[in-house]
């Protein structure tokens, strides 16, 4: 089991630190709300995954791979979503904000500065994109049994790495808000914001596109 453990981390590393769509969330969530709100946005995603590995553990992701119709509907929910997200972060940046200037001095001051941070709904928005990126259930279905030892329960054992994917991604996370937190004095000035939203917005569109071109 040691040797499993071992080796998977090494894979997961190389996971965590993959661009997706889960770290742009991280990111755009830290520059518009805070360090706080990057961390929960984290934490959902984290949330997410554990659904995964339990649907995993379940056989529920071997469905997912297997089943055609039950892929494409999570994929085009998915895309439906990514979409959404990034048509949302074009709006924002064409919007008129009259107190963009204040929020932008409330962030060089300290953590604060941005939205009131809601925790519920920055969860949500980590979990469900991590959710209905139908890739990750694959991933996770064709990954975690070959890490699994034949002698082991299974369910403990794939969220045992779940949890050793969630730890790496959380210091991942971790990493992008301070670094993003680091650099919010520049970033939330209006003019920078509006063109970190454009490109936020075209990251999360393209992400779409690329899922719908996938095929299961």
């Known amino acids: 089991m040691l040797a499993s453990l071992l080796a998977f981390t090494v894979v997961a590393l190389i996971l965590t630190v993959s661009p997706g769509p889960d770290t742009v969330i991280v990111l755009r969530t830290t520059v518009s709300s805070g360090r706080r709100a990057g ?4 934490l ?9 590995g339990v649907a995993t553990a379940l056989g529920l992701t071997a469905l997912l791979a297997a089943s055609d119709v039950a892929y494409t509907a999570v994929r085009i929910a998915g895309v439906a979503y990514l979409v959404w997200l990034g ?3 074009l709006w924002n940046a064409r919007r008129a904000v009259p107190a963009e200037a204040a929020e932008a001095a409330e962030a060089a001051n300290g953590t604060g500065g941005g939205p009131p941070v809601r925790a519920l709904a920055i969860m949500r ?55 993003a937190s ?28 690329r899922l719908a071109a996938e095929s299961g």
């Not at 490109?199 to 779409?208: E, M």
Request: a positive charge.
């Open 87 to 89: 048509v949302r972060a």
């Open 125 to 179: 928005t980590g979990f469900v994109t991590n959710l209905l990126n139908p890739k990750v259930g694959v991933i996770y279905m064709t990954l975690l049994p070959q890490f699994v030892p034949a002698d082991v329960p299974v369910l403990p054992a794939t969220l045992l790495l779940v949890t050793i994917h969630n730890l790496l991604g959380a210091a991942w996370f971790a990493i992008v808000v301070l670094a």
């Open 182 to 209: 680091l650099m919010r004095r520049g970033l939330s000035r209006p003019v920078v914001r509006r063109r970190m939203e454009q490109l936020t917005g075209l990251v999360f569109i393209g992400f779409g596109i």
């Open 39 to 42: 961390f929960l946005a984290g």
């Open 44 to 52: 959902g995603v984290n949330l997410g995954c554990y659904a995964w």
